[in-house]
Structures are given as C-alpha cells and as structure tokens.
Nanobody, 115 residues
Framework: QVQLMESGGGLVQAGGSLRLSCAASINIFEFNSMGWYRQTPGKQRDLVATINVGGVRNYAESVKSRFTISRDGAQKTIYLQMTGLEPEDTAVYYC?????????WGQGIQVTVSS
C-alpha cells in the first residue's frame, strides 16, 4: 500500500520561504516520477514541479525561478523548497507519485501567503 504524507505547510508573508516534504511509504525510486501539484477552490489541480526517476525536473513556468524540487532516497522523501512566495501561491499543495498508469496522492497541505 503506497502512502504519501505531506508536511511543512503553513502561513507565511509574501517574499518568505517554506519547504514542503512528502514522505513515501516505499522506496521513492520505485516510482516513475513524483511531484507537487496545487489547487485553489473552484479550480483544477495544477502541476507545480515534478522529478522523474532519472532526476529530470520539470516546473510550472510561474514557479521556475522560485521553487526547487529535490529528493532524499534514504529518507524516502521529496521536497519542495519555495522562495519568494507570493499571495498567488496560496493553495492546497498535493504530493503525487506515479508508476506507469497508476498514481497516488497525498492528503494535501495548506500553504497561505499573506500580502
């Protein structure tokens, strides 16, 4: 049973930083890819950043210069370092993991950026 557990969200002022963590219940290199998505009320869930098993990273254009996705295999955890946060980054952030056509989601964690 794959489980993903996010942590590290919260309230931060504009311009501040947060680091999100997503701990997996299995070896993260079993996944083809892992990543972060975010969602605001009434809108679809959008990609923020992904990292594949080979280490190739992909970012949404809006976060490319501000967010960094990384991983620690020994801790079975991926991270999202967010800097230069803006009110528009306010959302529920979800961790995602995929193996071929199967995918799993974390429960989501709130990030709120005040202006």
């Amino acid at each position: 049973q794959v489980q993903l557990m996010e942590s590290g969200g919260g309230l931060v002022q504009a311009g501040g930083s947060l680091r999100l963590s997503c701990a997996a219940s299995i070896n993260i290199f079993e996944f083809n890819s892992m990543g972060w998505y975010r969602q605001t009320p009434g809108k679809q869930r959008d990609l923020v950043a992904t990292i594949n098993v080979g280490g190739v990273r992909n970012y949404a254009e809006s976060v490319k210069s501000r967010f960094t996705i990384s991983r620690d295999g020994a801790q079975k955890t991926i991270y999202l370092q967010m800097t230069g946060l803006e009110p528009e980054d306010t959302a529920v952030y979800y961790c995602n993991a995929r193996i071929l056509s199967r995918e799993w989601w974390g429960q989501g964690i709130q990030v709120t950026v005040s202006s």
